[in-house]
T-cell receptor, first 117, second 112 residues
């Protein structure tokens, strides 16, 4: 069982739909992240939340709207997406926002495969 | 502008032999490097890391080597096992800007 769970695992949505991706971490971490992985591209950081506060928005279009109601839950609200937004969306968490540095390991969920038609 | 590059999209290695995965970076501010492993339908899992003050870090069958002057790191897996078949991502971060920058990954296939 992974410490970071994401739902749904697969989502197909039309360009006019509104949907949400959900992430929950059971690791007692304070930082949570959304990453995007498109085909043949590196993982791209989208958002960082630390203690529920957004600390990074990596120039993400406003059709992606994150929400972090508490340190354990993270949502990504999707609205009027484009076909090029089809990708694997990965949620992750770490002890604090220095995740990835000096042993502050980032733990990833299994991802949500999004297809925009 | 890709700051972390994995130029080999795929690699096949015989079981029991050594697997060597390579990664190059361009940002001289990077001082911490990580390798993640990803199986299909799963998220990436942390494998091993190295700080820029070291040139080698070993964990069981996995060893990461860092050549700062060449801005190059490599992951060695010895001996390679079928369960090592996965996509391996190299990542880097810089102190003060801890955002992880990932490479595009290398798909390793271990041939029984």
């Amino acid at each position: 069982e992974t410490g970071v769970t994401q739902t749904p695992r697969h989502l197909v949505m039309g360009m006019t739909n509104k949907k949400s991706l959900k992430c929950e971490q059971h690791l007692g971490h304070n930082a949570m992240y959304w990453y995007k992985q498109s085909a043949k591209k590196p993982l791209e950081l989208m958002f960082v939340y630390n203690f529920k506060e957004q600390t990074e928005n990596n120039s993400v279009p406003s059709r992606f709207s994150p929400e972090c109601p508490n340190s354990s839950h993270l949502f990504l609200h999707l609205h009027t997406l484009q076909p090029e937004d089809s990708a694997l969306y990965l949620c992750a968490s770490s002890q604090d926002r220095t995740g990835g540095f000096a042993g502050n390991t980032i733990y990833f969920g299994e991802g949500s495969w999004l297809t925009v038609v | 502008d890709q700051q972390v590059k994995q130029n080999s999209p795929s690699l096949s290695v015989q079981e029991g032999r050594i697997s060597i995965l390579n990664c190059d970076y361009t940002n001289s501010m990077f001082d911490y490097f990580l390798w993640y492993k990803k199986y299909p339908a799963e998220g990436p899992t942390f494998l091993i890391s190295i700080s820029s003050i070291k040139d080698k870090n070993e964990d069981g069958r996995f060893t990461v080597f860092l050549n700062k002057s060449a801005k190059h790191l490599s992951l060695h897996i010895v001996p390679s096992q079928p369960g090592d078949s996965a996509v391996y991502f190299c990542a880097a971060s810089a102190f003060g800007n801890e955002k992880l920058t990932f490479g595009t990954g290398t798909r390793l296939t271990i041939i029984p």
